[in-house]
């Protein structure tokens, strides 16, 4: 019916997956890809995770609406507790790319200011 907004990153899922989650250790990776930034680099594999999430949400029988699906994503997935705490780490970086990442791109501020996760 429609494209796929997957695929940004130029990485599969698992490779887009394994790439976000490894910048929680030290030090943090580099760019996945030379030509760019490491904020771009971990921002497009970001992006892909949250469009995979919400693709596979919006296929699945039924018809949620969007904020249920975004309080879905940020409080009940492993992905969005990733996200959440990526986004501290991204604060916390001597990288000016990384902390505007943290600060306003990697979680919708709906979500910073609306509610809290329930994940523990």
């Known amino acids: ?4 907004t997957v695929g940004i990153s130029g990485l599969s899922m698992e490779e887009a997956a394994r790439y976000v989650t490894s910048h929680l250790g030290e030090p943090p990776p580099p760019s996945y890809d030379t030509e760019m930034s490491a904020a771009e680099a ?15 949400t919006v296929a699945q029988p039924g018809n949620p609406a969007g904020d249920e699906i975004q309080k879905w994503f940020w409080q009940q997935t492993t992905a969005g507790r990733l ?3 990526l986004q501290e780490v991204c604060r916390k970086s001597a990288d000016q790319g990384m902390q505007m990442l943290g600060r306003s791109l990697l979680v919708p501020r709906a979500v910073v200011h609306g509610f809290k996760p329930h994940l523990k």
Do not use: M
């Not at 019916?1 to 796929?4: K, N, Q």
């Not at 971990?42 to 596979?56: N, T, W």
């Open 83 to 85: 996200l959440l705490d």
């Open 1 to 4: 019916l429609g494209r796929s």
């Open 42 to 56: 971990l921002k497009r594999a970001c992006d892909d995770l949250k469009a995979f999430y919400h693709e596979a």
